[in-house]
T-cell receptor
């Protein structure tokens, strides 16, 4: 692993199903983030974690949950997917919550039908 | 959102210069970032400005005026590979990034 990875690359999901998007980084970064990117709206923060064991809500947290059991992994769960959650999801990390630069994963393209 | 505004699209010719403007609300401002995002790829960091003035990094420069709530990204000697979206992002009191919608730059031969 080099940097930050996400899985799956893409997924088509039936409405009402549960889905977990995975994110792993090997840079020993303390802070991690989940964004969604929609055409015309830019990147919006869903949830974040300043350090392992802590999480916080971003701009659009409803319908999503996260956990941060260790430094490397930051999964995002959709408990019951809805079509409005169709989007491209990016995971990112930074050295700390006040760091100058965030590093982004390759993204997961999710379609909810 | 934090009212971060940037133009939707810009087109320029190979070898030319393009300036992408970004305005934001000044209350609680910490710093401003520019990211580049090619179609279908992840955003990548270009620059960070926290103080007033111009930061130059090769063909790319970024300018900030804190009092005016204004920044620009200057791309010089445009190349075809510079065709991408350029994202302006601002941190406020909580240091979380707030992004503008992005400016799609198309470079023509």
């Amino acid at each position: 692993i080099a940097g930050i990875t996400q899985a799956p690359t893409s997924q088509i999901l039936a409405a009402g199903r549960r889905m977990t998007l995975r994110c792993t980084q090997d840079m020993r970064h303390n802070a991690m983030y989940w964004y969604r990117q929609d055409l015309g709206l830019g990147l919006r923060l869903i949830h974040y974690s300043n350090t392992a064991g802590t999480t916080g809500k971003g701009e659009v947290p409803d319908g999503y949950s996260v956990s941060r059991a260790n430094t490397d992994d930051f999964p995002l769960t959709l408990a019951s997917a809805v079509p409005s959650q169709t989007s491209v999801y990016f995971c990112a990390s930074s050295l700390g919550p006040e760091a100058n630069e965030q590093f982004f994963g390759p993204g997961t393209r999710l379609t909810v039908l | 959102g934090q009212n971060i505004d940037q133009p939707t699209e810009m087109t320029a010719t190979e070898g030319a210069i393009v300036q992408i403007n970004c305005t934001y609300q000044t209350s609680g401002f910490n710093g401003l970032f520019w990211y580049q995002q090619h179609a279908g790829e992840a955003p990548t960091f270009l620059s960070y400005n926290v103080l007033d003035g111009l930061e130059e990094k090769g063909r790319f420069s970024s300018f900030l005026s804190r009092s005016k709530g204004y920044s620009y990204l200057l791309l010089k000697e445009l190349q075809m590979k510079d065709s991408a979206s350029y994202l302006c992002a601002v941190t406020f009191g909580d240091y979380k990034l707030s992004f503008g919608a992005g400016t799609t730059v198309t470079v023509r031969a």
